[in-house]
């Protein structure tokens, strides 16, 4: 395993005893993810931390080289298996920026409301283990139950639990279900309740609130310089989020409030998740009442979507469509493009190197989490060891993410 | 909108910014990347520029298509004015020696693990870096994953592999990703017969 | 030059060309089924339509035509300009043709292209063309529409057996009659015509006869669509794993480039190609060339062999030092074997072992036997590089094998050293003639009787491995690339005799095919019989560079 | 180790064609039922499949109705091996220092592709499959696979450990008419006519 690259003379300059080194993780019960913090202690405290990370590094970007424009969609999946579906969004408007096309309205109406239930899905998921590590089992027992109730619209839109690889260039895998809306109407609510129920079981949770509030504070000057987004850059007070500053799809009809906090610590990332699962739900609401009910969801370009099969099996012409798709991928114009969403962490950035072909040239994955986690170190400094967990917890790091 | 930020750059830069374009919407500066240190502290602090938000550095390997052969990129946004800008320097030879490019971590502190992420994939040396070591990858893995020529599917084990009796590897040569569309064979110059 | 615009680019026109032909030449894409540059014009196909403005001041030429109105629900009456087949209108000076800036071109392409699928029975995923095919290609440039025909396709025989080599389909025939031309015009065989008309036609043998002239692959070459297959590459891979590299076709002194296609996963050769080159073999090659990638594979010489026994090539190497002891003292009983098989480089370097260092003076080529050979292509040397091989010799010429044979008789040379294992004359006299050798050392690529003579062979790369240079009867030195990784112990030819070279004690240099190279175009810019070659060699690696990657 | 052969009636159980061939007895079966119901795992979790380890974790498949209830977060305390994601070169010490640290009597479940085979993660920096590095009793294929299937698995291993045999076993797709027809019923509810 990595060594600690700090020689301890310095260490002994600083401190007359001598410093402890403490090793949590990469494989550590009180942490999810997979990552390695060396601790430098003097007692409880942590005198230098050295953040390690790379155990779930699984080659995304070179496995992104070897195939179709189209065969990435598994793999980004799987970055951030917390919410697949916002990577999956977020990869297919690249894409289309690329090759210059929109996707019908109702297809966009689809994509945001499918994205937020997978930011509800991903902010639950992150408080309930944040609590369920400081010790609070049952509002994680609570949030999980309250994913299922997603997870079943997951289901029965795109036919897998987790990894959905929904998300076509050019729109979606399928048209949404006839009962879609119901679902969601139905599920949402169940959802926030569940969510309320948790709630009260920590807020007024003395010991929770301890090791939250004042712990992890990042100045917002700092959280800028390093490069964090999303709900941990909001937390700090800066009120930056990819739907307002640059809206895509239809963000710009949704009404929605960005929640800012002020002390920039746990407790406020905490509460700004719990406030974004409300503007979420606000967000699905709108987005239900605007999406229009038939319509077309994937663009009508042969160039770019795949044919019916039924029509694959029965006529030439969507069998050369086909063919030319699979086999050779949907040519995308040569160039480069940046293109940037809200994920559940923040600002996913895609980078996308295109050499004309049907195979990428270069897949840049800009994950917001792994800015964040590289702030852990400067948070954890000076702090106590318990400390390490809620402070971790509240960056919401997610090891396929952060580790490509 | 940001194409101000480039002209900016133009007339304050004059040649040292080689070239400029905006494709699909997002304004790139390819710069000199002998100023690539100082050019990066003249946008943040530039009250025009005003890049106080680092978004992402990373490398591209463009190995036998263009020398230098690596790109150094670098994703820029302004947080009061809301543009975004894109700064590349090519640096390194064709066998992937001497990249090297400034540091920006004391510009902006977030690069830290961008560029050690980059050192690590492809090699590109930022001099200047607190600490430049692997940051995915273990330090006994020899070579640079992400250039073009390190085989994707050329393993380096840490812990040597059992070997079961009659258990077969899950890939065999042919199987896996290695499924042959002409994909970037850094070797060869034309895109084979295909045309014909 | 003349010169004439399409959609506004000029291009330059020599007299007497077609658009297209023009257009092709100046690397302009113009789509096309049935025309090909090597053959005569049919402009059935109607692919290839474009729009020519009139000159100026003069009336365009234009169509009363009957147009579907859909706000009206009615036809109107409209006009629009007549198309002409760009592969048949000749090239005038300032003609100005409008290709893809024209939407009345572009709705033309697109309803040929309907027309000619609207019978196209569903084949691709079984269709051997799939991935390189025109139809599939020109829909997705052209066409991009579903289909409108909902009726019962017209069916057709399927799998019409025209040859030994050749499978015809009709039902995904679109009757460009290329086949049809290119057995009249090039082959000289008509044994192929068109029958029936209208959507029922289809291409049909001569009663009695059968595709069985030397040329019947490229039927299946020149078939735009998956018609035509050949029983040899039929079912056996998709176009789309395959890789292709430029080389130059084994079977004769015509040296034909070809294209060979390979697959990279299991590193098998797949077919051959021919590789456009107006100055060798136009677009076409022989069955038997078109066949000869195979020689790739089949009848290897995989290890070293000695005494007929495999061994590393290290210790043949010294196998060989004993077998050769006394071998330096006396030139005059030393002769080389050079081979009409090997590339310039292979022979250059044993040709400089024997000349510089052994300072031996009798030379010797081997080969394989005279064969059948036509007006078209074929010649009757069966070895790529006999010319060459002779260029390089310059003065000593090398004598015919068969000398050999008669001077070990006579008892003449103790030790041979030879490249190339084929012999031109009967082999078992060529046995018992060479066992009278002290020492025979044969370094080749494939097995045959010199590597069975031998009491030390070592393997050599075969063409398809190794980068060489070969000179075809015309003079013309042509680069071949390898495609495949060398099979078993195979090592480059010069990089063997250069061991073999060093392991007898001469100081031998060459480390690298470049320093190879460099010492021949050295050679040969004193020696003027071989001016041709590296000059001709220069000219070959330009047109390969600068050849347009245009589809005919 | 060889296949059991079970005398009817009796009470004794013989295992044949290992090199060394011994007689097991109801007491042994006993501690088998006794190790089966009482499992206490440690969860190795690195990847996406940990969301639906947490999944099986929570109310709606509970885990704990088959007796792998306590997880314990030492390695030293814990008799089962979840190995939950994708294992990378650089995690594998780290997996089997842990493998190394449980005590006897330890099983191992691989639960995923990735960690039965590596996945479609066929490059430089996946281990394909955790059985290179440590033995593997059952291996959950799905990526993720549905807690239906980690239960199955559950069952598989718990049915292993009872019959005392060390046979890596694969949980196979469910293939009775019941779940056949909940499919197709399930692909019937999407809306064919929406364009």
Known sequence: ?404 | MSKRVLEILGERFGHDVLETHSQFGDDTAVVNPARWLEIATFLRDDSRCAMNMFVDITAVDYLGRQTPRFEVVMHLRSLERGHRVRLKARVGDEDGQNAEIDSVVSVWKGANWFEREAFDMFGVVFRGHPDLRRLLMYPEFVGYPLRKDYPADKIQPLVEFRNVPGKLPPFGPDEGMSFGRQTHDYRRDEPGGEAN | ?552 | MGDMTTTPGSSVRVLEGSETGFATTKLDALLNWAKKYSLFQYPFVTACCGMEFMAMASPRFDMARFGAEAPRFSPRQADLLWVVGTISQRQAPALRRIYEQMADPKWVLAFGTCASCGGFYDNYTTVAGIDKIIPVDVFVPGCPPRPEAVLDGLLLLQDKIARGTREPGIVKPRRDAAVLGANLVKLGKKDKAAP
């Open chain 1, 1 to 404: 395993m990595e060594p600690l690259d700090r020689d301890l003379e310095e260490g002994l300059l600083e401190l007359p005893s001598e410093p402890m080194m403490l090793n949590m993780g990469p494989s550590h019960p009180a942490m999810h993810g997979t990552v390695r913090i060396v601790l430098e202690l003097s007692g409880e405290q942590i005198l230098k931390a050295d953040v390690q990370i790379g155990y779930l590094h699984r080659g995304f970007e070179k496995m992104c080289e070897r195939g179709t424009w189209s065969q990435v969609f598994p793999y980004v999946d799987r970055c951030n298996y917390v919410s697949p579906m916002l990577n999956n969004v977020g990869y297919a408007l690249a894409v289309e920026k690329m090759l210059g096309v929109t996707v019908p309205e109702r297809c966009q109406y689809y994509r945001v409301v499918l994205g937020e239930l997978a930011r509800l899905c991903d902010h639950m998921i992150c408080s309930g283990a944040m609590c369920m590590e400081l010790g609070a089992f049952t509002p994680f027992l609570y949030y999980a139950r309250a994913r299922e109730n997603i997870w079943d619209i997951f289901e029965e839109e795109t036919g897998a639990r987790v990894t959905h690889s929904f998300g076509r260039v050019g729109g979606m895998a399928s048209p949404p279900t006839k009962y879609f809306k119901d679902m969601v109407r139905a599920a949402v609510p169940r959802v926030i309740a569940l969510i309320v129920e948790g709630e009260k079981m920590l807020l007024k949770n003395r010991i929770f609130l301890d090791r939250l509030e004042g712990v992890g504070v990042m100045s917002k000057e700092d959280a800028l310089a390093l490069g964090w987004t999303g709900v941990v850059l909001r937390a700090s007070g800066v009120p930056y989020d990819v739907r307002k500053a640059h809206p895509y799809m239809v963000y710009d009809r949704m009404d929605f409030d960005v929640p800012v906090g002020t002390a920039g610590d746990n407790y406020d990332r905490f509460m700004c998740r719990q406030e974004e699962i409300r503007q979420s739900a606000r967000i699905i609401e709108q987005a239900l009442a605007q999406m229009p009910d038939d319509g077309p969801i994937n663009i009508d370009d042969p160039r770019v979507v795949m044919p019916p099969k039924n029509d694959v099996y029965t006529t030439i012409e969507a069998t050369i469509q086909h063919f030319k798709i699979v086999m050779e991928g949907l040519k995308v114009p040569a160039g480069e493009c940046y293109s940037y969403t809200e994920a559940g962490n923040g600002e996913l950035g895609f980078y996308l190197v295109s050499d004309g072909s049907g195979t990428p040239f270069r897949v840049r994955i800009r994950p917001p989490c792994f800015a964040s986690t590289q702030g852990l170190e400067q948070l954890i400094k000076g702090a106590m060891i318990p400390d390490v967990v809620p402070t971790f917890g509240s960056l919401n790091m997610i090891g396929g993410e952060c580790d490509h």
């Open chain 3, 1 to 552: 030059m003349a010169t004439i615009k399409i959609d506004g680019r000029e291009i330059p026109f020599e007299q007497g060309d077609t658009i297209i032909r023009a257009a092709h030449r100046a690397g302009i894409d113009i789509p096309h089924y049935c025309w090909h540059p090597g053959l005569s014009v049919a402009a059935n196909c109607r692919m290839c339509l474009v729009e020519v403005l009139p000159p100026p001041g003069r009336p365009a030429m234009q169509l009363e035509i009957l147009q579907w109105d859909a706000a009206k629900g009615d036809y109107v009456s409209a006009r629009k300009p007549k198309l002409i087949p760009a592969c048949q209108q000749g090239c005038a000076p300032g003609m100005e043709v409008l290709s893809q800036t024209s939407e009345h071109v572009e709705e033309a392409r697109s309803a040929v292209q309907e027309l000619l699928l609207l019978n196209h029975p569903v084949d691709c995923p079984i269709c051997d063309q799939a991935g390189e095919c025109r139809l599939q290609d020109y829909w997705l440039e052209h066409q991009r529409t579903g289909k409108r025909m909902h009726q019962e396709v017209v069916h057709k025989p399927k799998a019409v057996v025209f040859g030994p080599t050749i499978v015809y389909d009709a039902e995904r025939c679109i009757v460009c009659t290329r086949c049809v031309r290119f057995c009249e015009e090039v082959a000289h065989d008509p044994v192929l015509s068109v029958s029936q008309r209208g959507n029922v036609n289809e291409i049909v043998i001569s009663p009695g006869k059968q595709l069985d002239h030397d040329y019947t692959l490229m039927t299946e070459h020149v078939c735009p669509v998956g018609a035509l297959t050949s029983v040899d590459f039929r079912f056996k891979a998709r176009v789309w794993f395959l890789r292709s590299a430029r080389t130059v076709c084994q079977g004769c002194a015509t040296g034909c480039n070809a294209y060979l296609d390979y697959d990279p996963r299991n590193n098998t050769p797949c077919r051959h190609r021919p590789r456009d080159n107006e100055q060798v073999n136009k677009y076409w090659m022989c069955d038997e060339g078109m066949l000869s990638y195979k020689r790739a594979i089949e009848n290897r010489l995989l290890t070293a062999l000695v005494g007929g026994e495999d061994a590393t090539i290290e210790d043949a190497l010294d196998a060989v030092k004993e077998q050769l002891a006394g071998f330096g003292d006396d030139a005059s009983r030393v002769a080389v074997v050079l081979s009409a098989q090997h590339s310039n480089e292979d022979n250059f370097t044993l040709l400089s072992l024997a000349r510089t260092f052994v300072g031996a003076k009798n030379l010797y080529v081997s080969g394989r036997p005279l064969g059948r050979g036509d007006k078209i292509l074929m010649s009757e040397d069966k070895n790529p590089n006999t010319r060459g091989v002779m260029q390089l010799a310059g003065s000593l010429a090398p004598k015919p094998i068969a000398l050999l044979l008669d001077a070990v008789k006579a008892g003449k040379y103790s030790f041979v050293i030879a490249l190339g294992a084929e012999l031109e004359v009967d082999e078992q006299e060529a046995l018992g003639v060479l066992s009278k050798l002290k020492g025979l050392v044969t370094i080749a690529s494939h097995d045959g009787p010199l590597v069975r003579a031998a009491h030390v062979a070592l393997p050599a790369m075969a063409w398809a491995e190794t980068d060489g240079t070969f000179v075809n009867r015309q003079g013309l030195a042509q680069r071949s690339e390898p495609a495949l990784t060398p099979r078993g112990d195979a090592t480059a030819g010069w990089d063997l005799v250069t061991r073999l070279g060093k392991k007898l004690g001469y100081a031998m240099t060459f480390k690298s095919l470049a320093d190879v190279r460099r010492a021949i175009s050295a050679e040969t810019r004193t020696d003027s019989g071989a001016n041709g070659a590296s000059g001709a060699a220069r000219t070959d690696a330009d047109r390969t560079a600068t050849k347009p990657e245009v589809s005919v």
